[in-house]
């Protein structure tokens, strides 16, 4: 009797090897990260031009997720959340290529791994947007090279494994010469896969030409390199035995790197491609299922920390904001995701967002600017020219012209129903009730966390070593609902917010007339008596309320006190402040009265151009925007 159920045991364990992972192992977990693509590009997500049989066969076998977006939209805010596991809103990474720093108790997720046993290895991309970035890879990572992987750990140990794929980035599918596409690209990629100009239909937003096609060409080649890339990681799983006990992700670090993509607060920057495939060992962790499952539930990049940590059963920190969406430590999905978008090089912005089943609500608070913005690093893109050329030439349609008009102060899209954004039904009444519900989900959640990216980066940057961003939020001091109370007119054309802006000039907060002044230049136009009231205030304390002022007021009357606070600081030696002169002319009527002056910047940046590089690139396409002159680009990658 007793032999029997040995054999019955033994039977048992044999047909369930989950008994074996539940008990005794931990899983790997591999990570397959590629850059800059929105969902649309990847087969599994209904595109059938494109070459992605990897990407669609761990979907098939896997969970496909239709509602994960990135915490931000370009890679290297993105990023700091994901190795945190904390929003950028809080620690002040919001802004591309910032380099604040974060509270030491703040780690990489991986080193908590690391703790438990796990070798982590990344392969090879960090960018994680702090004056810290060499902490947390130090402590995150066993290994971090561009031949890192899992190879190098000990027998038996449980791995945690990042791999990116660059094929996809914006350098190859937009920003960099055709020839270099052509070269990191074209001439990598099996022609088999390779996706000809004329295979697959262009968004309803671009103007459907054959140098377009041209270039939107890029994306899918990219893509596809990518994806091919990945399938050899793939073989090296296999062939190294270790398929049955590695759980696999796929994503995106953000949405597309194109014109309305990249850097834009809507789903077309926030929404990525998200796969996870389980082996037979730990399929039972999918509270899904598998094999070709598609889930709806919700996620987004501050989830993934948690997550790994409870896969790998590892207790999650009180600090960070997400939940653990599998794994032993799983929490239910939230009501709502709140998301950001903030500045990108040389350009000031501000989107903050919510999402809820498929809706997302966008409030911009810069919207003066449009889509495409002065970016340098996007404009010098062929397709970025093509588009303002043919937008200065009178040649896009009113849905095509959408890139490069001024925004409105709210957008609220259904995601399911309208993948490409081109219907907005903020002012649809059906949609009444769900827009002033997330009105107000996000503008308390903006004021619970106390959004230190409120403040700009002439502001943070006084903090010094005091205090981090993350930490100056959390003081008394630091009175956001003074900030709030002028930032959340910000944007709104109507006679009420302008009103109030006006009265907010005369807030005590700097901070807040600063935002009282950022909401004026959105505004279409000014009585001689509100030209006077702002002129009163022209000579405020606080550099940046003079320097929005002065742009709002010369675009109105060519005020000479006005003109003499531009000039000011456009010949001045902080950096943050000749750059936000900049910023402010790109989006004036007129900007070409101070041509002699950028010229003559120019000449001085040759010579004193330290720590002027964003402020150099907003002028390079000033010129170029002005004098026709030709934008240079002095690193390719």
């Given at each position: 009797?007793?032999?029997?159920?040995?054999?019955?045991?033994?039977?048992?364990?044999?047909?369930?090897?989950?008994?074996?992972?539940?008990?005794?192992?931990?899983?790997?977990?591999?990570?397959?990260?590629?850059?800059?693509?929105?969902?649309?590009?990847?087969?599994?997500?209904?595109?059938?031009?494109?070459?992605?049989?990897?990407?669609?066969?761990?979907?098939?076998?896997?969970?496909?997720?239709?509602?994960?977006?990135?915490?931000?939209?370009?890679?290297?805010?993105?990023?700091?959340?994901?190795?945190?596991?904390?929003?950028?809103?809080?620690?002040?990474?919001?802004?591309?290529?910032?380099?604040?720093?974060?509270?030491?108790?703040?780690?990489?997720?991986?080193?908590?791994?690391?703790?438990?046993?796990?070798?982590?290895?990344?392969?090879?991309?960090?960018?994680?947007n702090t004056s810290d970035a060499k902490r947390i890879i130090t402590d995150s990572w066993n290994e971090s090279s561009a031949t890192a992987g899992w190879w190098n750990k000990k027998p038996g140990q449980p791995f945690f494994s990042v791999f990116n794929f660059a094929d996809s980035h914006q350098s190859r599918t937009m920003t960099n010469p055709y020839h270099m596409y052509e070269k990191q690209v074209l001439d990598l990629l099996p022609d088999?896969?390779?996706?000809?100009?004329?295979?697959?239909?262009?968004?309803?937003?671009?103007?459907?030409?054959?140098?377009?096609?041209?270039?939107?060409?890029?994306?899918?080649?990219?893509?596809?390199?990518?994806?091919?890339?990945?399938?050899?990681?793939?073989?090296?799983?296999?062939?190294?035995?270790?398929?049955?006990?590695?759980?696999?992700?796929?994503?995106?670090?953000?949405?597309?790197?194109?014109?309305?993509?990249?850097?834009?607060?809507?789903?077309?920057?926030?929404?990525?491609?998200?796969?996870?495939w389980f082996p037979e060992t730990y399929k039972h962790l999918s509270p899904w299922g598998t094999e070709g499952i598609v889930t709806d539930e919700q996620i987004d990049f501050a989830d993934l920390a948690p997550t790994i940590l409870s896969l790998a059963d590892v207790d999650i920190p009180e600090y960070f904001d997400g939940r653990a969406f599998l794994g032993s430590q799983r929490e239910e999905a939230k009501e709502y995701l709140f998301i950001?978008?903030?500045?990108?090089?040389?350009?000031?912005?501000?989107?903050?967002?919510?999402?809820?089943?498929?809706?997302?609500?966008?409030?911009?608070?810069?919207?003066?600017?449009?889509?495409?913005?002065?970016?340098?690093?996007?404009?010098?893109?062929?397709?970025?020219?093509?588009?303002?050329?043919?937008?200065?030439?009178?040649?896009?349609?009113?849905?095509?012209?959408?890139?490069?008009?001024?925004?409105?102060?709210?957008?609220?899209?259904?995601?399911?129903?309208?993948?490409?954004?081109?219907?907005?039904?903020?002012?649809?009444?059906?949609?009444?009730?769900?827009?002033?519900?997330?009105?107000?989900?996000?503008?308390?959640?903006?004021?619970?966390?106390?959004?230190?990216?409120?403040?700009?980066?002439?502001?943070?940057?006084?903090?010094?070593?005091?205090?981090?961003?993350?930490?100056?939020?959390?003081?008394?001091?630091?009175?956001?609902?003074?900030?709030?109370?002028?930032?959340?007119?910000?944007?709104?054309?109507?006679?009420?917010?302008?009103n109030e802006q006006i009265r907010l000039l005369n807030s005590p907060d700097k901070v807040a007339r600063l935002w009282a002044a950022i909401g004026l230049k959105s505004q279409p136009s000014f009585d001689e008596i509100e030209i006077i009231q702002i002129l009163h205030h022209l000579f405020d304390p606080y550099p940046p309320v003079q320097i929005f002022l002065a742009s709002t007021l010369y675009d109105m009357n060519k005020s000479p006190e006005?003109?003499?606070?531009?000039?000011?600081?456009?010949?001045?030696?902080?950096?943050?402040?000749?750059?936000?002169?900049?910023?402010?002319?790109?989006?004036?009527?007129?900007?070409?009265?101070?041509?002699?002056?950028?010229?003559?910047?120019?000449?001085?940046?040759?010579?004193?151009?330290?720590?002027?590089?964003?402020?150099?690139?907003?002028?390079?396409?000033?010129?170029?925007?002005?004098?026709?002159?030709?934008?240079?680009?002095?690193?390719?990658?």
């Amino acid at each position: 009797m007793f032999s029997r159920f040995l054999i019955f045991l033994s039977i048992l364990f044999f047909k369930n090897p989950a008994i074996y992972a539940q008990k005794d192992s931990k899983p790997n977990i591999l990570w397959l990260v590629i850059e800059d693509t929105s969902p649309q590009y990847i087969g599994c997500y209904g595109n059938s031009a494109v070459n992605t049989p990897n990407i669609d066969q761990l979907a098939s076998g896997g969970v496909r997720f239709s509602n994960a977006y990135s915490t931000g939209t370009v890679s290297s805010p993105s990023r700091s959340t994901i190795i945190t596991g904390v929003k950028a809103y809080k620690m002040g990474t919001g802004n591309h290529r910032s380099s604040f720093p974060i509270p030491d108790f703040i780690k990489g997720f991986p080193y908590y791994l690391k703790q438990a046993g796990y070798y982590t290895s990344n392969n090879s991309k960090t960018d994680y947007n702090t004056s810290d970035a060499k902490r947390i890879i130090t402590d995150s990572w066993n290994e971090s090279s561009a031949t890192a992987g899992w190879w190098n750990k000990k027998p038996g140990q449980p791995f945690f494994s990042v791999f990116n794929f660059a094929d996809s980035h914006q350098s190859r599918t937009m920003t960099n010469p055709y020839h270099m596409y052509e070269k990191q690209v074209l001439d990598l990629l099996p022609d088999s896969l390779a996706v000809d100009d004329n295979d697959f239909q262009m968004p309803p937003f671009y103007k459907d030409t054959p140098e377009m096609r041209k270039q939107l060409a890029r994306v899918y080649n990219g893509v596809s390199l990518a994806d091919y890339k990945i399938g050899q990681i793939l073989d090296r799983i296999r062939k190294d035995g270790l398929m049955d006990n590695t759980i696999i992700f796929f994503y995106a670090d953000h949405g597309e790197g194109m014109p309305r993509g990249k850097s834009n607060g809507i789903g077309q920057g926030y929404k990525v491609p998200f796969v996870v495939w389980f082996p037979e060992t730990y399929k039972h962790l999918s509270p899904w299922g598998t094999e070709g499952i598609v889930t709806d539930e919700q996620i987004d990049f501050a989830d993934l920390a948690p997550t790994i940590l409870s896969l790998a059963d590892v207790d999650i920190p009180e600090y960070f904001d997400g939940r653990a969406f599998l794994g032993s430590q799983r929490e239910e999905a939230k009501e709502y995701l709140f998301i950001s978008n903030d500045g990108c090089e040389n350009s000031f912005n501000l989107d903050r967002t919510v999402i809820k089943n498929n809706l997302l609500y966008t409030r911009h608070f810069t919207p003066y600017s449009p889509q495409l913005r002065w970016i340098h690093y996007f404009i010098y893109g062929s397709i970025s020219q093509l588009i303002v050329n043919d937008y200065n030439s009178g040649k896009l349609s009113d849905k095509e012209a959408i890139v490069m008009e001024p925004r409105k102060a709210e957008y609220l899209y259904d995601l399911s129903a309208d993948p490409w954004e081109m219907h907005d039904l903020s002012n649809d009444p059906a949609y009444r009730e769900e827009l002033d519900q997330m009105r107000r989900a996000l503008e308390k959640n903006i004021v619970d966390s106390k959004d230190v990216l409120f403040n700009t980066e002439y502001e943070l940057k006084k903090l010094g070593d005091n205090f981090t961003p993350y930490e100056y939020r959390l003081l008394d001091d630091y009175d956001f609902n003074s900030i709030w109370e002028a930032a959340k007119y910000a944007g709104f054309r109507d006679a009420k917010s302008k009103n109030e802006q006006i009265r907010l000039l005369n807030s005590p907060d700097k901070v807040a007339r600063l935002w009282a002044a950022i909401g004026l230049k959105s505004q279409p136009s000014f009585d001689e008596i509100e030209i006077i009231q702002i002129l009163h205030h022209l000579f405020d304390p606080y550099p940046p309320v003079q320097i929005f002022l002065a742009s709002t007021l010369y675009d109105m009357n060519k005020s000479p006190e006005a003109r003499e606070v531009l000039e000011k600081y456009l010949s001045g030696s902080d950096p943050d402040l000749v750059l936000m002169v900049l910023h402010n002319l790109h989006y004036m009527q007129r900007k070409g009265d101070f041509i002699e002056q950028l010229v003559q910047l120019e000449e001085k940046m040759g010579t004193e151009s330290r720590n002027m590089e964003s402020a150099k690139h907003s002028l390079e396409v000033l010129l170029y925007r002005l004098i026709d002159q030709p934008l240079k680009m002095e690193f390719f990658w």
